[in-house]
């Protein structure tokens, strides 16, 4: 059983308040719209912010940060291991929140469950077509509306990356093996494309499957452009590192990457007609986040606790100075949506 559910719409009842906080300013600290005592995995989608904090879901007003509602999670909801992945995803009905025991889909309105899959799930998910598909022993391919498993085959591993979808299929990665694969939407296997080092989560944009890889964390690593329809290298180039955790993000005419190194983190800009290097900024520790896209704009953090604004061109544009390391961006026209190790703000764009 949920031990807390809150319904929340006075703003005095906020965690975190609006007030001062703990920011570390810079020169363009007030850009800082609103801010919240909770820090986590973000799910953007409309008007609503998706915030899981360890063990609890908040569902937010992306333009003032008021808690919508909370559902907070314990022991007793819990089988087995007790966990919730930050890598929440949401549709116009539901919101998605993978665990350790298997996947919840809550309603959107309220936080209540609406359906459960039981199996112990290693990653996040991914969502298109009206399925949501989980890494569980075996890939499952889960009806988004009703929870029914529609098939799962056999995947083997035990480290394995989110998927990613489509419309009509699915690609799916073993991190520490390097085997990236693809299936159709009625599960039948399309391709399997060995890289042999360890691999990051997919990224599927225009018919081409985007991955990263490191053969050496922290040091070096490479970015691939596979054919959806038969997993052919289109392109591959070596980039610094990429961070565990992260994928490529595909904007326009370029690809970004976060990466980690020894001396400064990179946030990289690759060409995706060949992987031609556009790009590359440092930041000032050894890590770079996934980065958000919109407009013109470029948006990462960084663990040296701040959060970037790039031109398309490389160029910075302003800085926020956070508390803590700046892990989770979101982005939609007004604001950019930036979760440290401590708070959530809501910073304005331009």
């Known amino acids: 059983m949920v031990s807390r559910r809150t319904t929340l719409r006075s703003a005095g009842l906020l965690l975190g308040g609006t007030g001062a906080g ?97 199996s112990a799930l290693r990653t996040g998910i991914g969502h298109a077509g009206g399925r949501v598909y989980a890494n569980a022993d075996d890939l499952l391919a889960i009806d988004a509306e009703t929870g029914a498993v529609d098939w799962r085959v056999a995947v083997g591993g035990d480290r394995l990356a989110s998927p990613a979808a489509t419309e009509d ?12 694969a693809a299936f159709d939407a009625d599960g039948e296997h399309r391709w399997t494309h060995r890289t042999d080092v360890e691999t990051r989560s997919p990224t599927i944009r225009d018919g081409t499957v985007y991955v990263a890889t490191s053969p050496d964390p922290g040091r070096a690593g490479r970015l691939l452009a596979l054919d959806l329809a038969d997993g052919a290298v289109r392109w591959a180039v070596d980039t610094p590192s990429p961070k565990r955790g992260t994928r490529p993000v595909v904007d326009g005419d370029a690809v970004y990457l976060g990466c980690t190194g020894r001396d400064s983190g990179r946030l990289v800009s690759r060409s995706r007609t060949d992987g031609a290097e556009r790009w590359t900024f440092a930041d000032d520790n050894s890590t770079v986040y996934e980065p958000a896209v919109a407009g013109d704009r470029v948006y990462a953090g960084s663990n040296d606790d701040t959060l970037y604004a790039l031109s398309r061109d490389g160029d910075l544009l302003w800085r926020v100075e956070m508390d803590s390391t700046v892990g989770s961006v979101a982005v939609d026209a007004d604001r950019v949506y930036a979760s440290s190790n401590e708070r959530l703000v809501g910073v304005e764009r331009d």
């Open 22 to 118: 703990c920011l570390g300013g810079g020169p363009d600290a007030d850009r800082v719209r609103w801010r919240k005592g909770i820090s986590g995995g973000l799910a953007l989608d409309g008007d609503d912010l998706f915030v899981l904090d360890y063990l609890t879901l908040h569902a937010l007003s992306s333009a003032d940060g008021e808690r919508r509602w909370a559902i907070e999670y314990d022991d007793d909801d819990f089988e087995r291991r007790l966990c919730l992945r930050s890598d929440i995803v949401a549709d116009d009905r539901y919101v998605y929140l993978p665990g350790c025991d298997g996947l919840r889909a809550l309603r959107r309105s309220d936080g209540e469950r609406a359906w459960f899959v039981g």
């Open 169 to 180: 299929g699915v690609v799916f990665v073993n991190r520490v093996d390097g085997v990236v």
